[in-house]
Protein backbone atom coordinates (compact mmCIF):
# COMPACT_ATOMS: atom_id res chain seq x y z
CA UNK A 1 0.00 0.00 0.00
CA UNK A 2 1.16 3.87 -0.58
CA UNK A 3 1.85 5.43 2.23
CA UNK A 4 2.31 9.65 1.04
CA UNK A 5 2.95 12.74 3.27
CA UNK A 6 1.49 16.23 3.05
CA UNK A 7 2.77 18.95 5.16
CA UNK A 8 -0.21 17.87 7.55
CA UNK A 9 -1.32 14.60 6.91
CA UNK A 10 0.36 11.07 6.54
CA UNK A 11 -2.12 9.32 4.08
CA UNK A 12 -1.30 5.06 4.98
CA UNK A 13 -3.08 2.05 5.05
CA UNK A 14 -5.42 0.94 8.01
CA UNK A 15 -4.35 -0.82 11.29
CA UNK A 16 -6.31 -1.86 13.94
CA UNK A 17 -6.76 1.40 15.80
CA UNK A 18 -8.26 3.29 13.54
CA UNK A 19 -11.46 0.96 13.79
CA UNK A 20 -13.21 3.01 16.24
CA UNK A 21 -13.32 6.24 13.78
CA UNK A 22 -14.09 4.13 10.89
CA UNK A 23 -17.04 3.29 12.64
CA UNK A 24 -17.88 6.27 13.88
CA UNK A 25 -17.49 7.59 10.31
CA UNK A 26 -19.55 5.41 8.94
CA UNK A 27 -22.23 5.51 11.52
CA UNK A 28 -22.44 9.09 12.07
CA UNK A 29 -25.71 10.74 10.55
CA UNK A 30 -24.01 14.35 9.68
CA UNK A 31 -21.17 12.34 7.61
CA UNK A 32 -23.19 9.89 6.15
CA UNK A 33 -26.29 12.66 5.53
CA UNK A 34 -25.73 11.45 1.65
CA UNK A 35 -25.78 7.96 2.06
CA UNK A 36 -28.41 6.02 2.57
CA UNK A 37 -27.34 3.60 5.16
CA UNK A 38 -25.26 3.64 8.29
CA UNK A 39 -22.91 0.85 9.32
CA UNK A 40 -22.98 -0.93 12.53
CA UNK A 41 -19.58 -2.05 14.06
CA UNK A 42 -19.90 -5.47 12.76
CA UNK A 43 -20.72 -4.01 9.00
CA UNK A 44 -17.97 -1.07 8.98
CA UNK A 45 -15.23 -3.46 10.60
CA UNK A 46 -16.18 -5.89 7.44
CA UNK A 47 -15.49 -3.37 5.83
CA UNK A 48 -12.47 -2.12 6.74
CA UNK A 49 -11.16 -5.15 6.72
CA UNK A 50 -12.16 -5.46 3.11
CA UNK A 51 -10.59 -2.26 2.00
CA UNK A 52 -7.21 -2.89 4.02
CA UNK A 53 -6.71 -6.22 2.04
CA UNK A 54 -7.63 -4.43 -1.17
CA UNK A 55 -5.38 -1.75 -0.72
CA UNK A 56 -2.43 -4.66 -0.08
CA UNK A 57 -3.38 -6.25 -2.91
CA UNK A 58 -3.97 -3.05 -5.22
CA UNK A 59 -1.45 -0.63 -3.74
CA UNK A 60 -3.62 1.74 -3.16
CA UNK A 61 -7.51 2.21 -2.00
CA UNK A 62 -9.51 4.09 0.25
CA UNK A 63 -6.61 4.93 2.90
CA UNK A 64 -6.50 6.22 6.53
CA UNK A 65 -5.64 9.66 6.64
CA UNK A 66 -3.39 11.00 10.26
CA UNK A 67 -2.73 14.04 11.13
CA UNK A 68 1.05 14.48 11.74
CA UNK A 69 1.12 16.39 14.86
CA UNK A 70 -0.97 14.02 16.94
CA UNK A 71 -0.77 10.63 15.13
CA UNK A 72 -4.80 10.64 15.17
CA UNK A 73 -6.47 8.77 12.31
CA UNK A 74 -9.08 11.96 11.19
CA UNK A 75 -10.82 9.94 8.12
CA UNK A 76 -9.95 8.61 4.80
CA UNK A 77 -9.74 9.94 1.18
CA UNK A 78 -8.19 8.05 -1.55
CA UNK A 79 -8.33 6.55 -5.56
CA UNK A 80 -10.78 3.52 -6.09
CA UNK A 81 -11.61 1.78 -9.35
CA UNK A 82 -14.92 2.75 -9.94
CA UNK A 83 -17.74 0.65 -10.17
CA UNK A 84 -21.07 2.88 -10.53
CA UNK A 85 -20.53 5.69 -12.58
CA UNK A 86 -22.39 5.39 -16.02
CA UNK A 87 -20.80 2.45 -18.53
CA UNK A 88 -19.02 5.37 -20.63
CA UNK A 89 -16.74 5.58 -17.50
CA UNK A 90 -15.91 1.55 -17.27
CA UNK A 91 -12.55 1.10 -15.74
CA UNK A 92 -12.35 5.00 -13.74
CA UNK A 93 -10.60 5.72 -11.18
CA UNK A 94 -12.58 7.78 -8.42
CA UNK A 95 -11.48 9.81 -5.96
CA UNK A 96 -13.60 10.18 -2.89
CA UNK A 97 -13.54 11.50 0.77
CA UNK A 98 -15.03 10.65 4.36
CA UNK A 99 -14.03 13.09 7.56
CA UNK A 100 -15.14 13.30 11.05
CA UNK A 101 -16.88 16.43 12.03
CA UNK A 102 -14.24 18.09 13.99
CA UNK A 103 -12.00 18.09 10.37
CA UNK A 104 -14.45 19.32 8.33
CA UNK A 105 -13.15 23.08 7.34
CA UNK A 106 -10.22 22.64 7.43
CA UNK A 107 -8.68 21.80 4.21
CA UNK A 108 -7.60 17.95 4.72
CA UNK A 109 -9.52 16.62 2.35
CA UNK A 110 -8.01 19.33 -0.38
CA UNK A 111 -4.69 18.61 0.96
CA UNK A 112 -4.93 15.11 0.68
CA UNK A 113 -6.63 15.08 -2.66
CA UNK A 114 -3.95 16.84 -4.33
CA UNK A 115 -0.97 14.43 -2.96
CA UNK A 116 -3.87 11.36 -4.27
CA UNK A 117 -4.19 13.11 -7.76
CA UNK A 118 -0.32 13.79 -7.99
CA UNK A 119 0.39 10.02 -6.86
CA UNK A 120 -2.60 9.05 -9.05
CA UNK A 121 -1.23 10.68 -12.57
CA UNK A 122 2.39 10.38 -12.06
CA UNK A 123 2.76 7.26 -10.04
CA UNK A 124 -0.23 5.03 -11.34
CA UNK A 125 0.12 6.45 -14.76
CA UNK A 126 -3.64 7.35 -14.89
CA UNK A 127 -5.43 9.28 -17.14
CA UNK A 128 -8.38 10.62 -15.87
CA UNK A 129 -9.79 10.51 -12.02
CA UNK A 130 -13.73 11.22 -11.42
CA UNK A 131 -15.56 11.75 -8.54
CA UNK A 132 -19.29 11.80 -7.97
CA UNK A 133 -21.78 13.02 -5.42
CA UNK A 134 -25.20 13.44 -4.62
CA UNK A 135 -26.73 16.68 -6.84
CA UNK A 136 -26.45 19.11 -3.77
CA UNK A 137 -23.89 17.72 -1.50
CA UNK A 138 -22.04 21.13 -1.64
CA UNK A 139 -19.36 20.31 0.90
CA UNK A 140 -17.92 17.48 -1.86
CA UNK A 141 -18.51 19.33 -4.91
CA UNK A 142 -16.58 22.51 -3.68
CA UNK A 143 -13.56 20.32 -3.25
CA UNK A 144 -13.75 18.86 -6.71
CA UNK A 145 -13.67 22.43 -8.12
CA UNK A 146 -11.22 23.39 -5.54
CA UNK A 147 -8.82 20.49 -6.65
CA UNK A 148 -9.37 21.35 -10.52
CA UNK A 149 -12.10 18.89 -11.59
CA UNK A 150 -14.77 19.99 -13.80
CA UNK A 151 -18.25 19.15 -13.65
CA UNK A 152 -19.37 16.84 -16.70
CA UNK A 153 -23.73 17.50 -16.76
CA UNK A 154 -23.92 14.72 -19.28
CA UNK A 155 -22.24 12.60 -16.75
CA UNK A 156 -24.93 12.70 -13.81
CA UNK A 157 -26.63 9.80 -13.32
CA UNK A 158 -28.94 7.82 -11.33
CA UNK A 159 -26.46 5.85 -8.46
CA UNK A 160 -27.73 2.31 -8.63
CA UNK A 161 -26.92 1.16 -5.35
CA UNK A 162 -29.18 4.04 -3.49
CA UNK A 163 -32.25 2.31 -2.92
CA UNK A 164 -36.04 4.09 -4.08
CA UNK A 165 -36.90 4.26 -0.56
CA UNK A 166 -34.21 7.48 -0.48
CA UNK A 167 -35.00 9.42 -4.32
CA UNK A 168 -33.56 12.18 -3.01
CA UNK A 169 -30.16 10.69 -2.81
CA UNK A 170 -30.14 8.72 -5.95
CA UNK A 171 -29.32 11.92 -8.53
CA UNK A 172 -25.25 12.00 -8.28
CA UNK A 173 -23.12 14.71 -10.05
CA UNK A 174 -20.10 13.65 -12.24
CA UNK A 175 -16.58 15.31 -11.67
CA UNK A 176 -13.55 14.41 -13.82
CA UNK A 177 -10.21 15.67 -14.52
CA UNK A 178 -7.78 14.25 -17.01
CA UNK A 179 -3.85 14.36 -16.69
CA UNK A 180 -3.37 17.06 -19.18
CA UNK A 181 -5.45 19.14 -17.55
CA UNK A 182 -3.84 18.18 -13.98
CA UNK A 183 -0.31 19.02 -15.44
CA UNK A 184 -1.15 22.19 -17.55
CA UNK A 185 -2.26 23.69 -13.82
CA UNK A 186 0.48 22.61 -11.92
Known amino acids: MMRLETERLIIRNWEERDRELFHRINSDDDVMQFFPFRRSRAEADAFLDRIRAENEARGYGFAALELKETGACIGFAGLYPDDVAPSRLAGAVEIG ?45 A ?42 RR
Open 143 to 184: VMRRIGMTRDPEGDFDHPRVPDTHPQLKRHVLYSLKRQDWAS
Open 97 to 141: WRLAPEFWGKGYVTEAARALLASGFEELGLDEVISFAVWNNERST
